[in-house]
């Protein structure tokens, strides 16, 4: 069974800032299957990138996924208020599977 | 564009069933893996189960044996079923839609709605 940690839990940033989120799988995954969501309280949550490192239809090129094999990570540039969301990580190459998110607060 | 809509009550008995669907408007129900997911109070984000348009499924093991999701092509609509449920099963229900690349369908979550909070409370 994949298990997908991510690190850190929670970040406290300025804006402006970059940082960089972490993802690692338990076992080698797809990139192909790899994907990062962002979710505010609230909200539905937004899929931000697929295939590890494309980004979906109308997000800001701020957003940035790479990674493979068992590590991810996703950048983002330039940090703006409206940033602050809980951040997940997931394989969906067999079962799907979320990670357990990072909490992004910009101040 | 395509708009996903969940539907049912917001409250539930412990050990009765839980029922919700999901309206799919602006687009078909052919193609594509369709997705529930839950996220508990102060929790993360658990994936439930898919269906994809030729009727297949896959659950999550931890809810395989209590889950059934089905699907409605004559009303543009997919369902859930969680059978026997307590109060662990209190969540904001999400339906979702996977993408289509490259030739694929994906059982990502590309399309969301905007959820339903359910609380299973006598």
């Known amino acids: 069974e994949i298990v997908l940690t991510q690190s850190p839990g929670t970040l406290s940033l300025s804006p402006g800032e970059t940082t960089t989120l972490s993802c690692r799988a338990s076992?080698?995954?797809?990139?192909?299957?790899f994907a990062w969501y962002q979710h505010k309280p609230g909200q539905a949550p937004r899929l931000l990138i697929y295939?590890?490192?494309n980004r979906a239809t109308g997000v800001p090129d701020r957003f940035s996924g790479s990674g493979s094999g068992t590590d991810f990570s996703l950048t983002i540039s330039r940090l703006e208020p409206e940033d602050s969301a809980v951040y997940y990580c997931?394989?969906?190459?067999?079962?799907?599977?979320f990670g357990q998110g990072t909490k992004v607060e910009i101040k | 564009q395509v708009q996903l809509q969940e539907s049912g009550p917001g409250l539930v008995k412990p050990s009765e069933t839980l029922s919700l669907t999901c309206t799919v408007s602006?687009?078909?129900?052919?193609?594509?893996?369709w997705s529930w997911i839950r996220q508990p109070p102060g929790k993360g984000l658990e994936w439930i189960g898919y269906?994809?348009?030729?009727?297949?499924?896959d659950y999550n093991p931890s809810l395989r044996s209590r889950v059934t999701i089905s699907l409605d092509r004559s009303k543009n609509q997919f369902s859930l079923k969680v059978r026997s449920v307590t109060a662990a099963d209190t969540a904001v229900y999400y339906c979702?839609?996977?993408?289509?690349?490259?030739?694929?369908?994906?059982?990502?979550?590309?399309?969301w709605g905007e959820g339903t909070t359910v609380t299973v409370s006598s």
């Open positions: 979702a839609r996977g993408d289509y690349v490259g030739g694929n369908y994906n059982y990502n979550m590309a399309v």
């Open positions: 602006g687009g078909s129900i052919s193609g594509y893996f």
């Open positions: 269906i994809y348009y030729s009727g297949s499924t």
């Open positions: 076992q080698t995954i797809s990139s192909r299957y």
């Open positions: 295939g590890a490192s």
């Open positions: 997931q394989q969906y190459g067999s079962s799907p599977l």
